[in-house]
């Protein structure tokens, strides 16, 4: 049997966030539109109530907001994500004024730490055959600008599958931030 649903049982929600990835102690700022969908849809006016949750990772709800709309049929609001013990996959759940769930969004909340640098290696022309010494190059850029000479840089050469044959060792940075790693590789037996 097919059942109609009057039309204010067709509440929409669009919800925008302002990223998906965050820091512990950042702000998540996020925009609800609602709207009445049908064989034609129509944003909502001023006044309709709804509700925002805020989930952690062990789905426990944390934080929630009362929101309204505005004569446009938005809303807007934000949840502070204090540090909590366990990082991790967030949800913000939108919830309708009779408790009906009408829109959710995954959040990742963890310690992202952004490089402060770029690595770019040289193009090498030259083909290498077994036992051939390699030399590889490039250059490590600070996005500050400053001088990484006396950063400490370490780098490690994979020789296949025997991990007692991998190279490794530290970096010798020119001033403007070149560098050269040489090694032999293996003759085929």
Known sequence: SHRRY????RL???????RTAFNPGETVHFKTILYESGMTSRLLGAGVAHKATLKDAKGKEIASLDLSTSEFGSAHGEFELERRDRNGRYELVIYSDKGAMLTSQSLT?????????????DRQERKYFPGDKITCSGKISAYSGHSLTSSEVTYEVVLGYDEEKNLSGKLQLSPDGRFKIEFASEKVQ
């Open 6 to 9: 009057p039309v204010r049982d």
């Open 12 to 18: 929409v929600c669009r919800l925008l966030c302002d």
């Open 109 to 121: 909340v963890d310690d992202f730490v952004l490089p402060s640098f770029t690595l770019a290696w």
